[in-house]
T-cell receptor, first 112, second 113 residues
Framework: DAKTTQPPSMDCAEGRAANLPCNHS???????VYWYRQIHSQGPQYIIH???NNETNEMASLIITEDRKSSTLILPHATLRDTAVYYC?????????????FGTGTRLTIIP | DTEVTQTPKHLVMGMTNKKSLKCEQH?????MYWYKQKAKKPPELMFV???????INESVPSRFSPECPNSSLLNLHLHALQPEDSALYLC????????????FGQGTRLTVV
């Protein structure tokens, strides 16, 4: 699976959009980009994923560059409850013999 | 129901004890995972079960013994653990379709004394 690079930490003001970057320059054509977050001492929570196209759901938007070498997770109106560690993961969705491997993630702090 | 339930939530065990962690899901997912997470570190994959068969073992010591008795249940049997095995143990499950996400439980906080 492709390796990802994320900034170790970011701050964002409450109510503003939080934009979390992820670099995955070695991504293969059949690898998906997944985003999870982990609030202190809880299990990771799925946020969103995509292959080529931009995606949006009730939690966030995922913008993938045309060359797929990087992506950005956007939380449109950050709240204090969005303070968490955010993980960007790329993996082949090959059921059964896949490793969902976490990198070091970005610690996002929402500032009141 | 998109829930993965782990029990117990907290466990304290001695180094000579035998205990088990339990993970249950009723989403029809046929892949289930065990992860170990130390403080301030990302989760580390331990085992993957696919259709109730062990498909990946990340060179985990034999004092950790996984078991998948049916498609809804995943156990992790613990024996002769060391204090450094104290961690948050996470279970996850995933469906068979391409591009589907994994769901995680809230974890079992294990302390070995």
């Amino acid at each position: 699976d492709a390796k990802t690079t994320q900034p170790p930490s970011m701050d964002c003001a409450e109510g503003r959009a939080a934009n979390l970057p992820c670099n995955h320059s070695t991504i293969s054509g059949n690898e998906y980009v997944y985003w999870y977050r982990q609030i202190h001492s809880q299990g990771p929570q799925y946020i969103i994923h995509g292959l080529k196209n931009n995606e949006t759901n009730e939690m966030a938007s995922l913008i993938i560059t045309e060359d797929r070498k990087s992506s950005t997770l956007i939380l449109p109106h950050a709240t204090l409850r969005d303070t968490a560690v955010y993980y960007c993961i790329v993996k082949i969705s090959n059921f059964g013999n896949e490793k969902l491997t976490f990198g070091t993630g970005t610690r996002l702090t929402i500032i009141p | 129901d998109t829930e993965v339930t782990q029990t117990p939530k907290h466990l304290v065990m001695g180094m000579t004890n035998k205990k088990s962690l339990k993970c249950e899901q009723h989403m029809g997912h046929r892949a289930m995972y065990w992860y170990k997470q130390k403080a301030k570190k990302p989760p580390e994959l331990m085992f993957v079960y696919s259709y109730e068969k062990l498909s990946i073992n990340e060179s985990v010591p034999s004092r950790f013994s996984p078991e998948c008795p049916n498609s809804s249940l995943l156990n992790l049997h613990l024996h002769a653990l060391q204090p450094e095995d104290s961690a948050l143990y996470l279970c996850a499950s995933r469906g068979v379709l391409r591009g589907t996400e994994a769901f995680f439980g809230q974890g079992t906080r294990l302390t070995v004394v």
